[in-house]
């Protein structure tokens, strides 16, 4: 069985800095955001909750995806949020093993 690839959304807080990613390993790569291991962007604005994330069959959809949502606008991206997860609750527990 393929492993699949994931689009996520992390943030500071409700409503606060933003952050959008892709990877094969949601689980390490969500660990590696809250150790500060990444550097740039996340560690400087201490953005480590994942928000909404989903999941693609291939690298090339994820990678279509994960650059569309980088060009939308922040109230875009708060919206999808919003969707998902009226409550900005933490959903690294809901990473599918």
Same mark, same amino acid.
């Given at each position: 069985m393929r492993m699949p690839y994931f689009v996520y959304i992390l943030g500071s807080r409700p409503g606060g800095a933003l952050y959008v990613g892709m990877t094969n390993d949601l689980r390490k790569r969500v660990a590696q955001h809250r150790a500060r291991s990444v550097k740039g962007h996340t560690a400087r604005y201490?953005?480590?909750?994942?928000?909404?994330?989903?999941?693609?069959?291939?690298?090339?959809?994820?990678? %279509?995806?994960?650059? /569309?949502? =980088? %060009?939308?606008?922040? /109230?875009? =991206?708060?919206?999808?949020?919003r969707r998902t997860n009226p409550t900005w609750r933490d959903v690294a527990s809901d990473i599918p093993l």
């Open positions: 201490n953005v480590h909750t994942l928000y909404w994330f989903e999941m693609h069959d291939t690298l090339e959809a994820a990678l %279509r995806r994960e650059k /569309a949502i =980088k %060009r939308w606008h922040r /109230a875009w =991206k708060i919206d999808l949020i």
